[in-house]
């Protein structure tokens, strides 16, 4: 029963550990060899309770490194179905999007929405998150922004990425670890103003940068009404101590959770199940960002300009729409499964993957590219996003960060001034396109890129009464064409054009997950190979260690350090530094978490561990090679004793 509570993610109470304790001791004294044989997997969930939601490995998905891409897409569809499964109990730490608690905060959260639309003079509306969530932030101020302008109303919403605009494309992991930061720009954005609605994004609940925000919202109720957005139960916040802080995540959350007894602050925390790559909260917990505040935004709107009335049914049926595009998205399954595996055809080629996007689409490409360098150690090169008009298109803060290199260079004109040439025949192009686009220009981009390379794909939305030409289908080898119903309702465009933004993430963070399985940088549904660039991240790559060695956090941690400081033995400055000083010295290494994990199960050095790693093509090959060759001297060693 009490693994039964695990695999669903379910909330633990002490006796239920116990118990489960209990079965492990009792499994080691019984003299077998299924129980020696399954000791590991029993330990291993065992170490799993102590994770919150969002860091667990999903079991749906715990096989996902060995599935062909057909596999793959049926994996990711029953995690992504999770985002909308119904309330399986009355247990009050697993709410679900669905459950009634979590759609009245909605509620709530949206009338303060439109207080503020109905009453914008010296009034705000921020939304501030660190990687993914601060990049979901940005499309939808700016979308949202947009639709206000459009309707002649005043333009009341902004956003905070850690890092600043350059990490709308690049991954600025330091900056999400100093709550400070956090605060002084929160301050900074909202000078001047008397009312604020702040919303604060952390998946996990666990980034410094965005507990430092709330903390300064919490001390300023007069002004600001923060809100939290994340997928743990509180109690599942994160509870070590932040850099030049004395409190942590947890004291913030539970501080916001005492404050919403007052509807002075609110906690919107649905949980969502652990992600398909464990720790990978830029696949649901970005869809679930995007569908959770384009709802609440959307309904504030409708009640300010239309006067329609918020009900926990208006609610519920915003959220019934975006489970529509699940349904409609995933109904394409042969047609993403193909992109799968064209896109992991490319990268074990050691070629690139290329989404050219219009409009919003191309952001939702760049952004899905920019996600998989810090989550599965990739090289910049390998998939890559660009947008029709580069900047201009993209309307963020910042402007023109072209000058910063050529990570920077987004435009489809840059594109053909500087890969054109040199494109071959390995690399995939994906095209993201819909029938409002400029389909003009996408034909003459197409026939562009023809003549240098038949590897032309694209994803294609369109309505049932303006469909998509057949002579623009027929550029592409592969198309995943998907129809959408039609309305004539004024605000069709607005609404559609989300839905559009939504499919196209499922689609692309399928696509971009299933290659990178296919690369061999996943082990089970771990990604084995991710890039060690600040606190979180540290942290996960202990717990992964900890997860397939069984080792303490000490040894596990020393281990790390080893592989990042490139040595066998360490000084005291270096166990002695901080973990922002270890994850400076991280950014510049390769394969940090495989190389402690060698050393920790072969007991052999540092240049070794790199030598086993240099014998193998692909990271999950060596840590397989690795792990059951342990495994295997375990047995041994256990039957000899006896």
Request: aromatic share 8%; charged share 20%; proline share 3%.
């Amino acid at each position: 029963l009490c693994y039964a509570h695990f695999v669903q993610g379910f909330s633990f109470q002490c006796i239920e550990f116990h118990a489960f304790t209990l079965c492990i001791v009792c499994a080691e004294t019984l003299n077998s060899s299924f129980c020696l044989i399954n000791m590991d997997h029993l330990k291993q969930s065992c170490y799993e309770l102590s994770l919150p939601v969002t860091e667990k490995s999903n079991p749906i998905s715990r096989d996902i490194d060995r599935a062909h891409s057909k596999q793959m897409v049926q994996i990711l569809k029953r995690c992504d179905a999770e985002i909308f499964e119904k309330e399986r109990n009355h247990d009050p730490f697993d709410q679900r999007l669905y459950s009634l608690p979590v759609i009245q905060t909605m509620v709530d959260v949206a009338k303060r929405v439109e207080i503020i639309l109905r009453d914008p003079e010296e009034s705000l509306i921020v939304l501030s998150g660190c990687g993914t969530s601060g990049r979901i932030a940005f499309l939808l101020v700016t979308s949202f922004n947009e639709m206000l302008n459009a309707q002649r109303q005043k333009q009341i919403c902004s956003y905070i990425i850690a890092g600043g605009d350059r990490a709308l494309l690049t991954s600025q992991e330091a900056p999400e670890d100093d709550p400070g930061l956090g605060a002084r720009t929160l301050e900074k954005v909202c000078a001047g103003k008397k009312h604020v609605l702040f919303i604060g994004i952390s998946c996990g609940m666990s980034a410094p940068f965005v507990a430092g925000q709330l903390d300064f919202c919490l001390n300023h109720l007069d002004i600001f009404t923060p809100v939290l957005l994340g997928f743990n139960p509180v109690h599942m916040a994160r509870s070590e101590l932040m850099q030049d802080c004395s409190f942590h995540f947890k004291d913030v959350a539970e501080r916001m959770a005492a404050e919403q007894r007052h509807k002075k602050a609110y906690v919107l925390n649905p949980v969502l199940g652990a992600e398909a790559i464990s720790g990978s909260s830029r696949m649901k917990g970005g869809s679930a960002t995007k569908i959770i505040l384009e709802t609440v935004l959307l309904a504030g709107h409708e009640a300010a300009f239309r006067d329609k009335m918020m009900t926990p049914e208006y609610m519920s049926a915003w959220i019934s729409a975006s489970e529509m595009v699940y349904d409609t998205t995933y109904s394409r399954s042969d047609e993403i499964a193909a992109l799968i595996h064209k896109a992991g055809e490319s990268l074990q080629m050691k070629a690139h993957v290329y989404y050219l996007g219009w409009k919003t689409l191309g952001i939702i490409g760049m952004t899905d590219a920019s996600e998989c360098i810090p989550t599965y150690g990739a090289d910049f090169g390998d998939i890559r996003g660009f947008i029709n008009n580069g900047f201009s298109e993209m309307k963020n803060k910042e402007g023109d960060l072209s000058y910063l290199g050529p990570e920077f260079i987004i435009g489809h004109k840059d594109f053909v001034d500087t890969i054109l040439q040199s494109l071959s025949q390995n690399d995939m192009i994906l095209f993201l396109f819909t029938v409002n686009d400029d389909l003009n220009e996408v034909t003459v981009l197409a026939n562009q890129l023809r003549q240098r390379t038949s590897n032309l794909h694209a994803i294609a939305h369109d309505l049932e009464k303006f469909t998509i030409p057949e002579t623009v289908c027929h550029m592409f080898e592969t198309v995943l064409n998907i129809t959408w119903p039609f309305s004539s309702a004024k605000d069709n465009s607005v609404v559609m054009r989300q839905h559009w933004e939504l499919s196209t993430k499922l689609c692309l963070n399928a696509i971009s997950t299933g290659a990178h399985v296919l690369k061999g940088k996943v082990y089970m549904n771990y990604m084995i190979d991710l890039r060690v660039t600040n606190s979180k991240l540290y942290r996960r790559a202990i717990n992964i260690l900890q997860r397939f060695t069984g080792c303490s956090k000490t040894e596990c941690e020393s281990a790390l350090l080893r592989a990042v400081y490139s040595t066998d033995d360490l000084t005291e400055d270096m166990t002695a530094a901080d973990v922002h000083t270890h994850t400076d010295a991280a950014n510049t290494r390769e394969r940090v978490v495989p190389t402690a994990l060698v050393m920790i199960q072969s007991g052999c050095t540092h240049a070794e561990a790199q030598r086993h790693l240099d014998c193998h093509a692909v990271i999950r090959d060596a840590v397989s090679a690795c792990l059951n060759s342990s495994k295997t001297r375990a047995l041994w060693t256990k039957h000899t004793i006896k």
